[in-house]
């Protein structure tokens, strides 16, 4: 079941995405689709963060287990 959940999510998010950056530019500005999306400043805005808090998780991670290994050997 969680695994169905995260699928169509997942599916929904790109769906989403998608359309959001490859179809909407194409779309009068004034169509009434505009308004259930961000301005497209945030299609890159937001991959961009989330890439640098995933990245920056990974690192403070990797430094954790580094410094407890670290320990254990001494």
């Not at 929904?12 to 995405?17: A, D, G, Q, R, V």
């Not at 890159?44 to 989330?50: C, K, T, V």
Request: proline share 4%; glycine share 4%.
């Amino acid at each position: 079941m969680v695994g169905l959940m995260l699928t169509i999510l997942s599916l929904s998010l790109f769906s989403y995405y998608t359309f959001w950056v490859i179809i909407l530019p194409f779309v009068d500005q004034h169509h009434f689709i505009h308004n259930y999306f961000l301005p497209q400043e945030f299609a890159l805005i937001i991959p961009i963060s989330a890439g640098v808090v995933l990245f920056s998780f990974l690192c403070v991670f990797i430094g954790y287990v580094m410094l407890k290994s670290k320990r254990k050997q001494a």
